[in-house]
């Protein structure tokens, strides 16, 4: 598990243009003071970054009125166990053991610690894996779960709906996580090893509830 805190105003940070718009602002304006960098993002289909918990909320509320449908984050425990491949609960989404292939995901690899003079240690990254993704890569580039999902080992953590918190030690169906908390979940792994507050590694994925 991982956590993180909201970013303090979200208001400023995704603004709602037309009713058919959904403009996330922080994109633009990082792209632009760290032009030239490897956070800067031109590709369209990179996974969204920078944004917190309250952003991927607002957009969840945005899309569930230009839809009619209802869209929200995933709890965490929907997460696990679509990430886990459901019964399977293997440890990665690809299975349980080392990446190799294409059946993993962008992930703390020699390229990336080349670009960024990481430690070349097994607490760093994923030793001898070379995925040739320094930065995020376009979302779908490996191939997916058992359940047709792309990306949820590497590339970015993703938000979950759940305040941190411990499981509760007996048994439960469908959790829904603590009622309050002082931060969010969030899960996943990314093309950094350790999940931090570096929100260039943090986006989020939709869930729709039918
Ligand atoms: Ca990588």
Same mark, same amino acid.
């Given at each position: 598990?991982?956590?993180?805190?909201?970013?303090?105003?979200? %208001?400023?940070?995704?603004?709602?243009?037309?009713? =058919? #718009?959904?403009?996330?602002?922080?994109?633009?304006? @990082?792209?632009? +003071?760290?032009?030239?960098?490897?956070?800067?993002?031109?590709?369209?289909?990179?996974?969204?970054?920078?944004?917190?918990?309250?952003?991927?909320?607002?957009?969840?509320?945005?899309?569930?009125?230009?839809?009619?449908?209802?869209?929200?984050?995933?709890?965490?425990?929907?997460?696990?166990?679509?990430?886990?491949?459901?019964?399977?609960?293997?440890?990665?989404?690809?299975?349980?053991?080392?990446? %190799?292939?294409?059946?993993?995901?962008?992930?703390? =690899? #020699?390229?990336?610690?080349?670009?960024?003079?990481? @430690?070349?240690? +097994?607490?760093?990254?994923?030793?001898?894996?070379?995925?040739?993704?320094?930065?995020?890569?376009?979302?779908?580039?490996?191939?997916?779960?058992?359940?047709?999902?792309?990306?949820?080992?590497?590339?970015?953590?993703?938000?979950?709906?759940?305040?941190?918190?411990?499981?509760?030690?007996?048994?439960?169906?469908?959790?829904?996580?603590?009622?309050?908390?002082?931060?969010?979940?969030?899960?996943?792994?990314?093309?950094?090893?350790?999940?931090?507050?570096?929100?260039?590694?943090?986006?989020?994925?939709?869930?729709?509830?039918?």
């Amino acid at each position: 598990m991982a956590a993180c805190k909201a970013l303090s105003d979200a %208001s400023i940070r995704w603004s709602w243009q037309t009713k =058919d #718009e959904f403009i996330h602002n922080i994109r633009q304006k @990082n792209c632009l +003071a760290r032009q030239g960098t490897s956070i800067c993002l031109p590709r369209r289909s990179d996974p969204v970054i920078h944004a917190s918990c309250n952003d991927a909320k607002a957009y969840c509320e945005w899309l569930s009125e230009k839809s009619g449908q209802t869209y929200r984050l995933p709890t965490e425990a929907e997460w696990e166990y679509a990430a886990g491949n459901g019964a399977k609960h293997t440890k990665y989404s690809w299975g349980n053991g080392q990446p %190799s292939g294409k059946k993993t995901g962008n992930l703390a =690899d #020699e390229t990336g610690a080349e670009a960024f003079n990481w @430690n070349k240690t +097994a607490d760093s990254i994923f030793l001898g894996y070379d995925d040739c993704y320094k930065s995020t890569a376009p979302v779908g580039s490996f191939l997916p779960n058992d359940f047709g999902l792309y990306d949820m080992t590497g590339n970015v953590w993703e938000w979950c709906s759940d305040w941190k918190g411990d499981y509760s030690s007996g048994i439960q169906t469908n959790p829904q996580g603590p009622s309050m908390g002082s931060g969010r979940v969030f899960r996943g792994g990314s093309r950094r090893w350790r999940a931090t507050r570096q929100y260039s590694i943090v986006g989020f994925r939709i869930a729709r509830t039918k």
